[in-house]
């Protein structure tokens, strides 16, 4: 990649071209990306469906509430910032 570090320093964005060959992001697969994730997300799709589930039946909003989609992201934040490190995953070595 000619010129690549100097336009990266210059603030000029990366080609989509490059991007689209290569097909990862820091060395990684979207699919390694996913994997790693899946606990995570699938505990996110889970919360969303069961207040969804729960408003629909007509179940209080203090209850459904319990069923926090925040609380869940904000957990895997914590979580994937240290397993993340600790599996020398992504960029960290």
Known sequence: MPNGDKNLEAGVPISKNLVSTTGKVLGKRLSEYFAFQKVFLALIAVAGVARLGLSLAGVP?????????????????????????????????
């Open 61 to 93: 909003d203090g209850t459904a509430k319990w069923f926090s989609l925040t609380v869940v992201a904000a957990a895997s934040i914590f979580y994937y910032g240290t397993a993340a490190h600790m599996r020398s995953f992504g960029g960290h070595k």
